[in-house]
């Protein structure tokens, strides 16, 4: 609420003393023991975090998949106890926790299906009784997706209740804003997991590198406060002139005109009196994150750009790291050819200077020409023979360093203004020391679709696997399939990769509904 022009005249100036004639009480000791206990605490959760983050990855592409799921889970599961809360509702709601579960594992069938099909094709032909079990499932999964939904919201009218309307329509779309904004984004790391666990790990290193940089180059600082003195004799100190109203450790107009020859002596005490700790955070970012400031903000993006570039090359010098996983098979090693972008590539600085200046205005090439015919000659042909290797996946990896440090931070800051709606400091209590999952993950969300989008966009190449082969199979009719497998075989006796005798058992068994030309044998 504003509050009035005479409400605020009665309220002290920030640089005003107290004259009461009460001393202020003395501010509580810090209790060292329970702050050594947190810290402890929190260190542990974070080398177990840590631990198992890296024993998911050394598990492969299925562990890796539950292991989001898992993290969706209990996302969900914070979010759906905040919304029980925020309903406000004092009578319990029939079905509601069931209902709330079931839509959220519908989408997770919907979702997880959609980005494995291909893998699932690919373990399900492997044996006649997958084939028997699941093939139809697969087959019309779009179709079972709908239809469970369905199910689900027929449940929910027959469930409403005269008196509880309002709470029930509030929770089922409380639910289905859960949905659409933690699990269907996050879920996009499963198609990322399969086409190469870097495009899920990669993303995910860099929201937490980012995360570390943006901490020390900028946490914000406070003001210390005024020690607690009994009422002083002398009159109210009153703001310099030319502050207007800045804290006392900003220097102000009249401070900054010092003369230079006191100019270090005015910044080292000016240091002094903002307190410890870090002394680049001045600048608030955002009123939603007091502690977020523009020196962290730049800070974290410089920092997660160099961390990014390195980490790119090392991570894809790693076929674990780099070959997609066509099928589900778990513990199982990979081995492929590595695509060109984990391929390091050498570039002279001197062509690439010839690229940089076919594509300048020719005023600024013209420009850059003179400027390197004026370098000395032997930093000319020293520049001119300097060569570097670099691979086209760190490139790639500042695009999404650039996402992490600019974007993916409004993920954070919409859960911190999502928890100053309900006034509250963490969305849980799952991750001792850390708070909830929720907190930890938030900017993982938004990181996640970009990371496939941009994957598609420019790195993906049009590539047909047996799993596509296998799902455009099944969309033929019983006539063209039966006949492409006889084809098939045809093929296969003629490149001499099965014997001759298997086509004719087909031919026999399927008689003379189609007529096969049998190589010989």
Avoid at 236 to 256: F, L
Avoid at 266 to 283: I, S, Y
Avoid at 383 to 396: E, K
Avoid at 442 to 447: E, Y
């Amino acid at each position: 609420m504003r509050q009035s022009a005479a409400a605020r005249k009665a309220q002290p100036s920030d640089y005003t003393e107290d004259t009461a004639s009460e001393p202020e009480p003395e501010p509580k000791p810090v209790d060292r023991k329970a702050k050594l206990s947190s810290l402890r605490v929190r260190t542990v959760s974070t080398v177990l975090l840590i631990a198992l983050f890296i024993g998911v990855i050394w598990a492969g592409h299925v562990p890796l998949m539950f292991f989001v799921l898992m993290v969706q889970f209990l996302v969900a599961r914070e979010l759906f106890r905040i919304a029980y809360v925020a309903a406000r509702s004092k009578r319990s709601l029939p079905l509601l926790r069931t209902q709330q579960w079931y839509f959220f594992f519908t989408a997770v069938f919907w979702l997880y299906l959609r980005f494995i099909k291909n893998n699932l094709l690919v373990e399900v032909s492997s044996d006649k009784t997958l084939a028997r079990l699941f093939y139809w499932a697969l087959k019309h999964h779009s179709l079972i997706s709908y239809s469970l939904y369905m199910a689900g919201f027929v449940g929910f009218v027959l469930s409403l209740k005269k008196g509880l309307y309002l709470h029930q329509f509030a929770h089922y779309a409380w639910t289905h804003m859960i949905i659409l904004i933690t699990t269907v984004p996050s879920s996009f790391f499963v198609s990322n997991i399969y086409s190469g666990i870097i495009w899920y790990v990669l993303p995910a290193f860099l929201i937490v590198a980012n995360d570390i940089c943006a901490y020390l180059a900028g946490k914000a600082q406070q003001p210390p406060k005024p020690p607690t003195t009994h009422p002083p004799t002398h009159p109210p100190t009153q703001p310099p002139a030319g502050s207007r109203g800045r804290p006392p450790c900003t220097p102000t107009r009249t401070q900054s005109a010092a003369p230079a020859r006191g100019a270090v002596t005015h910044v080292v005490r000016t240091t002094e009196r903002c307190g410890a700790g870090f002394v680049f955070g001045r600048t608030p970012l955002i009123k939603l994150s007091p502690k977020k400031t523009w020196e962290g903000f730049i800070g974290g993006f410089a920092g997660t750009l160099v961390i990014a570039f390195f980490l790119a090359r090392l991570f894809g010098s790693y076929k674990w790291m780099t070959c997609p996983r066509k099928d589900l098979t778990v513990f199982k090693g990979l081995d492929c050819v590595p695509d060109e972008v984990f391929v390091p590539e050498t570039f002279a600085l001197s062509d690439l200077a010839h690229e940089l200046a076919a594509h300048l205005p020719e005023a600024a090439a013209a420009y850059l020409a003179a400027a390197l015919e004026a370098l000395p000659a032997g930093l000319r042909n020293w520049l001119a023979d300097l060569t570097f290797s670099v691979a086209p996946i760190q490139l790639h990896a500042l695009s999404l360093a650039s996402f992490a440090s600019i974007i993916a931070p409004f993920g954070g800051f919409f859960a911190s203004g999502f928890k100053r709606a309900f006034h509250m400091k963490d969305f849980g209590d799952t991750i001792p020391g850390h708070g909830g999952v929720t907190d930890r993950f938030d900017c993982q969300i938004l990181m996640a679709v970009f990371a496939y989008c941009y994957y598609y966009s420019y790195i993906s190449k049009p590539e047909v696997t047996l799993g596509d082969v296998l799902s455009m199979a099944t969309k033929l009719n019983d006539h063209d399939q039966i006949l492409l497998f006889g084809k098939m075989a045809n093929l296969l006796a003629g490149e001499g990769l099965i014997p001759g005798r298997i086509v004719d058992a087909l031919r026999h068994h399927l008689g003379d509904r189609f007529t096969w030309e049998v190589p010989d044998s």
